[in-house]
């Protein structure tokens, strides 16, 4: 009688034993969990010092913003090559320029235009380029660009519907690409004049 006794308690003892070890294991995961998340919500809120005065500012998720960057990278691209003035160097330095945002159908695509005289006719007729962004589609990574490219002559204006597309991937931040995307792919759905406004000429 004395032994089972002693062996219940034996078994009692063990049972606690077991439950206060399984219980403070499962009370140290959720103090680390719940300490993990305090420490990293910390590290997102960050004081900004202005004239002395502390402002808080919150970290953001970089992929909850990286549609916005998308179309940022599409336009600017589009800017710098769709733009352009009589004037060489300055179409050498938006080329070089956009070149940073495009792979190799983008040069394919500058090269093309080169060949063909685009580039010199700009020159010879003093011809002003400029293009207005109407949309950007996204559709995950791939991208349709729809825009209207003036082309301001000393004889008349034209406007040219534009549209392009590509897909886009993400690349390591540079200081020529600061958006850290890259188009490839890119090629022109259409290109084509909408209207041809003579000027008067005396």
């Not at 009370?27 to 809120?45: D, E, H, L």
Request: aromatic share 10%; with cysteine; glycine share 4%.
């Amino acid at each position: 009688m004395i032994i089972q006794n002693i062996e219940s308690k034996i078994r009692l003892a063990t049972v606690i034993s077991l439950g206060s070890l399984i219980s403070s294991i499962i009370i140290c995961g959720f103090v680390s969990a719940y300490a993990y998340q305090q420490v990293a919500n910390a590290r997102q809120s960050i004081y900004i010092l202005d004239n002395d005065i502390p402002i808080l500012a919150k970290q953001t998720n970089m992929q909850l913003n990286r549609p916005a960057e998308y179309k940022a990278a599409v336009d600017l691209f589009h800017s710098l090559f769709f733009n352009l003035t009589p004037d060489d160097k300055h179409i050498e330095y938006q080329m070089k320029r956009a070149m940073y945002f495009v792979d190799e159908t983008g040069v394919g695509q500058y090269n093309n235009l080169k060949e063909k005289g685009y580039f010199n006719s700009i020159l010879s007729s003093s011809s002003v380029l400029s293009i207005q962004t109407d949309s950007i589609i996204l559709d995950q990574n791939r991208f349709r660009y729809y825009g209207k490219q003036k082309i301001d002559r000393r004889s008349a204006t034209i406007t040219r519907s534009i549209i392009t597309e590509g897909e886009l991937i993400d690349i390591p931040r540079s200081e020529n690409n600061s958006h850290g995307v890259l188009i490839t792919n890119w090629k022109t759905i259409e290109n084509k004049d909408l209207s041809n406004v003579s000027k008067n000429t005396f």
